[in-house]
């Protein structure tokens, strides 16, 4: 069974401070991927990691950076968090594209991460 | 346009009804799709992969009609435990990403 935790539920950080969000699975997977989910947004991708140290930015990069040194993790980083940066983060991972064809495989993911930016 | 369309609802019925939601995709060249489950405050889970020919779990049957660009998602026999967002996802751009629609929010009434 994929497993993917993430560090914390509940998070709250006040406007200015450097917030390090993270994420472990324990299925080998070469792809991680961080979401934030809003009301009426949806989930809109942040970052993709395709390996150790490789990293494509989503649609909503700005803001965020991350870090992968190891396969099994991957970290967030909001560098000075806004208020706009409240929100439900999601973090997810997967087997990579093209290992069967063309197909893209399906996305597990964490419990979610609610972080308050006062 | 959205790239991954569907009805948000709430599409509110009795237990024991049937329940069909679309989902509209932008790009034809499309080959990976799925319905997720998401309960109020939890993480999405995948409830099926979506197969050319369609696919049946239980009382769930999805369909994909690659001509209209539109996946579907038949719920048969509503319980109580069906209310929750359903998502449709699509590998809109090739590669490892995958697109999520809005969500449909679904409510079976006792």
């Known amino acids: 069974d994929v497993k993917v935790t993430q560090s914390s539920r509940y998070l709250v950080k006040r406007t200015g401070e450097k917030v390090f969000l993270e994420c472990v699975q324990d299925m080998d997977h070469e792809n991680m991927f961080w979401y934030r989910q809003d009301p009426g947004l949806g989930l809109r991708l942040i970052y993709f990691s395709y390996d150790v140290k490789m990293k494509e930015k989503g649609d909503i990069p700005e803001g965020y950076s991350v870090s992968r040194e190891k396969k099994e993790r991957f970290s967030l980083i909001l560098e000075s968090a806004s208020t706009n940066q409240t929100s439900m983060y999601l973090c997810?991972?997967?087997?990579?594209?093209?290992?069967?064809?063309?197909?893209?495989?399906?996305?597990?993911f964490g419990p979610g991460t609610r972080l308050t930016v006062t | 346009r959205k790239e991954v369309e569907q009805d948000p609802g709430p599409f509110n019925v009795p237990e024991g009804a049937t329940v069909a939601f679309n989902c509209t995709y932008s790009?034809?060249?499309?080959?990976?799709f799925f319905w997720y489950r998401q309960d109020c405050r939890k993480e999405p889970k995948l409830l099926m992969s979506?197969?050319?020919s369609g696919n049946e779990d239980g009382r769930f049957t999805a369909q994909l009609n690659r001509a209209s660009q539109y996946i579907s998602l038949l719920i048969r026999d509503s319980k109580l435990s069906d209310s929750a967002t359903y998502l449709c996802v699509v590998n809109i751009r090739a590669g490892n990403m995958l697109t999520f629609g809005g969500g449909t929010r679904l409510m079976v009434k006792p």
């Open positions: 790009n034809s060249a499309s080959q990976s």
């Open positions: 979506v197969y050319s």
């Open positions: 997810a991972s997967s087997l990579p594209w093209g290992r069967q064809g063309g197909i893209s495989y399906e996305q597990y």
